[in-house]
């Protein structure tokens, strides 16, 4: 049942960061919707034993989650106010030891960020498009990314 709790607390965690309330009737909300899916979720992951990441793991994410968006979504309208062309590139980040929730995880977080978009996920490999600004170096990029993933999933290396 311990499963069931760290899922149902993740989606609050998840739809107060949604919402960015903590109005009495938006939480309420809160408390039936992440009830009601923590509940479908919970049945689902016993019959196919799927793997929730720790607590610890799913706050890391979140809150990464939310810097890397602000920073993303600044750094993104730096870019657009100063109307250089922009260099797409595509990075393949390798995600070994994670499992594959937390590889979709670690997906939606670059899916989320402004300007960078995950288009493959295949055999603990995932490949992002993003835009680069003016000096910007794809190598960069994608050391910037795993050095974010380590830190969020700890004790697991992205490569």
Avoid: C
Avoid at 17 to 38: H, K, N, P, Q, R
């Amino acid at each position: 049942m311990s499963e069931f709790f760290k899922l149902y607390i993740s989606l609050m965690i998840f739809w107060v960061l949604l919402t960015v309330s903590l109005e009495f009737d938006v939480l309420v909300y809160g408390v039936i919707f992440s009830g009601v899916i923590a509940l479908f979720s919970y049945r689902l992951q016993k019959e196919n034993k799927i793997v929730l990441p720790r607590i610890r793991v799913l706050v890391r994410y979140s809150l990464f989650l939310v810097v890397e968006i602000l920073l993303s979504s600044v750094k993104h309208i730096g870019r657009i106010l100063k109307s250089h062309e922009d260099r797409i590139a595509f990075i393949e980040i390798g995600l070994q030891g994670l499992s594959e929730f937390e590889i979709v995880m670690a997906a939606n977080f670059i899916t989320l960020t402004p300007g960078t978009v995950t288009v493959d996920l295949s055999d603990h490999r995932i490949t992002v498009v993003t835009m680069l600004s003016e000096g910007e170096e794809v190598l960069a990029v994608k050391n910037s990314l795993e050095r974010i993933f380590s830190r969020i999933f700890r004790g697991r290396k992205a490569i």
